[in-house]
């Protein structure tokens, strides 16, 4: 396997001439975080997740999380030793409030240092990000003793956290769930169930894990109007602080999971568990959508982050691998010189930087949202985060698996061969298009919610928006010819589809629903063409920077050979139901009537 290298070169190029990170960094409270600054800070960052993280990647795919008898978790080689170092570097804590021992750095930072972490070894990665949705949670509805009671040392990483919401019968249908939470005398809850798919549920690389447990009291309204959510520690906590006998909760099983073996994915059963309720009884939902919306950014970003492991890899593979002649060689050639592996690792590579812009892009927008002092521009990118969020989820990981998998190809035979390690990047990115709300629920929340904000006129200026980098295109000259074509051409396919879906959702929403995921793809297609062409156009003079270089052909590529797929997906979106439904179960299975001749 290649040694991990970490993008900090593209990182601190897509924030400083892309996404304007600048303009973030005069934001009230962030004064602090100057673009240098920030640059040491992902400098450092990407050494640490090279030479300290990274050498477990293989490690926990091999060995796994391992379930003892006593029902306590053990993760694999070097994953508690990293993590220790994690925590003593204080990474986790950059992006996090200061007066709970943080960094108070943007969001924008603190997803940059997501994807070197999930880079560098996706299954690790995962602990540190579901504690910060744990953290987020508590922020903003916590009352201020049960923040200082539990976030100092989650913010720390001394203790972690994680999302309690799956149970056997209750997957994307969260209504559906059971777990019980009933009020004792004292004013805690007794939670009584099973939860599963329970991301780090369990294991040793801290000493404390918070569990934000989903539940629903005695008298609840059904569905998820009913649903309240608990603080429910592995361990109680004394007044002192100390953590004291081990609360009710106990991990039944260790999921063997297609990738990500590193990370523990636990089954636990929850007896008379003591429970805190966060806010109110029936917003447990309310609440864990700040946890979610969070990380389904993040989870985006894991399709990045793994694609491009992957491409590392695929690349130093194909200057390695010796096969055949080129055409004109004079001996045998390494495959990186046959026209066919060069478009694959092209459209690795455009495909990456588009997706590190667009992630970068919407965490900007969270900060703008929650930082800018006027607040019709917090409410304005807002909007924007609301819009972007799926296109960043569903895209990033379809994206993922379809780039994991142009790496393996490039491998050829060995890329089927475990021993090669690139199989482990095409099995560890999968779940990432699955868990926090499938692709299908993305693309359905883009066209079911947040297309009609305003009645559609939000997404429709953010459209407007990308529009106005014609201009500096057509001024750019013949170089930027081809972009400029092709950008004006899909943003039009853009539009066009949205007015079909706004036009269509309230007449037929089950025609909207059958094509809100190849909509969704074309959005994530037009934002990635747009920002690709603003990175080729801010890279002119820019003589002294590394990756200005490679920013037009790589746009170009982008623009006239990924770009075009958009316009094919229109018949896919506007289709409707017709043929969707017109077979039934037994027709799909090809099963003959009974009693018909064959």
Not at 159 to 174: F, I, K, Q, Y
Not at 348 to 365: C, E, W
Request: hydrophobic share 45%; with cysteine.
């Amino acid at each position: 396997m290649s040694e991990f290298r970490p993008p900090v070169a593209d990182l601190t190029y897509a924030l400083k001439h892309v996404v304007g990170y600048d303009d973030i960094a005069r934001l009230p409270g962030f004064e602090h975080a100057d673009f240098d600054t920030v640059s040491d800070i992902i400098d450092e960052v990407g050494n640490f997740m090279a030479d300290i993280v990274a050498p477990t990647n293989r490690a926990g795919d091999l060995e796994g999380s391992r379930l003892n008898p006593d029902g306590t978790v053990t993760t694999a080689t070097g994953f508690k030793e990293a993590y220790a170092a994690y925590v003593e570097a204080g990474w986790g804590s950059v992006p996090l409030p200061e007066e709970y021992g943080g960094g108070g750095f943007p969001r924008t930072v603190g997803l940059a240092l997501q994807e070197l972490a999930a880079t560098a070894n996706m299954a690790f990665a995962l602990a540190p990000l579901l504690t910060q949705g744990a953290i987020e949670a508590l922020l903003n509805y916590g009352s201020d003793e049960q923040k200082q009671a539990w976030l100092p040392k989650m913010v720390t990483g001394e203790w972690a956290g994680t999302m309690n919401l799956t149970e056997p019968h209750a997957g994307s249908d969260v209504g559906a769930l059971t777990t019980k939470a009933v009020k004792r005398p004292d004013g805690t809850y007794g939670i009584t169930g099973q939860k599963i798919f329970i991301t780090f549920g369990d294991h040793d690389l801290s000493e404390q894990i918070v569990h934000l447990v989903l539940a629903r009291t005695p008298d609840a309204p059904a569905g998820t109007k009913g649903i309240s959510i608990f603080i429910v520690p592995k361990f109680l906590v004394n007044e002192d602080g100390s953590l004291g006998e081990r609360n009710g909760v106990k991990t039944v099983g260790v999921e063997h999971k297609m990738g990500i073996h590193g990370s523990p994915t636990c089954v636990l059963s929850y007896e008379d568990a003591t429970g805190y309720l966060i806010g109110e009884e029936n917003i447990g939902m309310r609440i864990m959508f700040v946890m979610m919306n969070s990380a389904r950014l993040s989870v985006g970003m894991q399709g990045l982050a793994v694609a491009e492991r992957a491409y590392q890899q695929s690349l130093d593979y194909a200057r390695e691998r010796i096969q055949g002649r080129a055409i004109g060689a004079t001996e045998d050639s390494p495959i990186i010189d046959f026209p066919d592996v060069r478009r694959m690792l092209m459209t690795q590579k455009s495909y990456i930087a588009a997706m590190r812009r667009m992630m970068l892009l919407n965490a900007a927008y969270v900060d703008l949202s929650t930082h800018h002092p006027d607040a019709a521009t917090r409410a304005r990118a807002n909007e924007i985060v609301g819009l972007l969020t799926p296109v960043c989820k569903a895209f990033g990981t379809d994206l993922g698996n379809e780039l994991t998998s142009l790496a393996l190809q490039i491998h050829g035979g060995m890329g089927f061969i475990e021993e090669t390690g690139v199989a482990q990047h095409y099995r560890d990115v999968r779940i990432a298009a699955i868990y926090e709300g499938t692709n299908g629920i993305q693309a359905a929340d883009l066209v079911g919610r947040k297309l009609p904000v305003r009645d559609g006129a939000s997404a429709l200026e953010f459209i407007a928006t990308m529009r106005e980098l014609d201009a500096e295109l057509e001024a750019a000259g013949e170089e930027f010819a081809s972009i400029r074509a092709q950008l004006t051409a899909q943003l039009d396919t853009l539009e066009q589809t949205t007015v079909w879906m706004l036009r269509t959702g309230a007449a037929d929403p089950n025609s909207m629903l059958a094509g809100s995921s190849p909509y969704l793809r074309i959005w994530g297609l037009v934002v990635g063409g747009w920002l690709m062409a603003k990175s080729a156009l801010a890279a002119r003079g820019l003589d002294d920077d590394p990756i200005a270089a490679s920013q037009l052909p790589l746009a170009r590529f982008y623009a006239e050979q990924l770009l075009p797929q958009a316009s094919g997906l229109v018949g896919a979106t506007t289709a409707g139901t017709r043929d969707l439904f017109a077979l039934d179960a037994d027709a799909l299975a090809d099963a003959a009537r009974r009693g018909a001749r064959v």
